[in-house]
């Protein structure tokens, strides 16, 4: 198993870029999840996508746009790239059992880092 | 809301000190805690977790209790070694769809 991919592995755009960074898990995993890592600031959510269909804000969703493609892939879409989003993206997904996932361990790609200029 | 507060960093330690990375928590209800490693260049992924009160998380030599009367969850690791240095993230879950609240991280470095 793979687990969780992310593509591309670094990018450079130029404000008001836009781009998609794609997403995919082979672990039939119900929950996605897309955070920004930030010098002194940890993990920051942007998007959650709970099950396929469905996708809701976390966080820090502004300047973002999700889509649940199927059940493996979530990408995250930046329409209009600024500065302030150069970051380091990372993708998680987990299973969300019947326990509603208060328990579940989230599994991580290797990263996306990203500059703006 | 809800919310996890890690030490100050870095940390630099000497091969076969004690670690100790302290870590507490604000939360409604009673989440589960994780501590998640993050090696140099590489996502996130899991060391240890603990579901309930007074459970103890352990892995590859790492310990941590949960402590509801404390609202703490620290890391401990009798000796380590070069091969751990990495940024360490405490986070918690309180069961709104799997979502985690992460502390800022902290940065260890083990010199031989």
């Known amino acids: 198993n793979a687990g969780v991919t992310q593509t591309p592995k670094f990018q450079v755009l130029k404000t008001g870029q836009s781009m998609t960074l794609q997403c995919a898990q082979d672990m039939n995993h119900n929950s996605m999840y897309w955070y920004r890592q930030d010098p002194g600031m940890g993990l920051r959510l942007i998007y959650y996508s709970a099950s396929e269909g469905t996708t809701d804000k976390g966080e820090v969703p502004n300047g973002y746009n999700v889509s649940r493609l199927n059940k493996r892939e979530f990408s995250l879409r930046l329409e209009s790239a600024a500065p302030s989003q150069t970051s380091v993206y990372f993708c998680?997904?987990?299973?969300?059992?019947?326990?509603?996932?208060?328990?579940?361990?989230?599994?991580f790609g290797p990263g996306t880092r990203l500059t703006v200029l | 809301g809800d919310s996890v507060t890690q030490m100050e960093g870095p940390v630099t330690l000497s091969e076969e000190a004690f670690l100790t990375i302290n870590c507490t928590y604000t939360a409604t209800g009673y989440p589960s805690l994780f501590w998640y490693v993050q090696y140099p260049g590489e996502g996130l992924q899991l060391l240890l977790k603990a579901t309930k009160a007074d459970d103890k998380g352990s892995n590859k030599g790492f310990e941590a209790t949960y402590r509801k009367e404390t609202t703490s969850f620290h890391l401990e690791k009798g000796s380590v070694q070069v091969s751990d240095s990495a940024v360490y993230f405490c986070a918690l879950n309180t069961g709104a769809n799997s979502k985690l609240t992460f502390g800022k991280g902290i940065t260890l470095s083990v010199r031989p």
């Open positions: 998680a997904s987990s299973a969300l059992g019947l326990s509603g996932g208060i328990t579940d361990t989230q599994y």
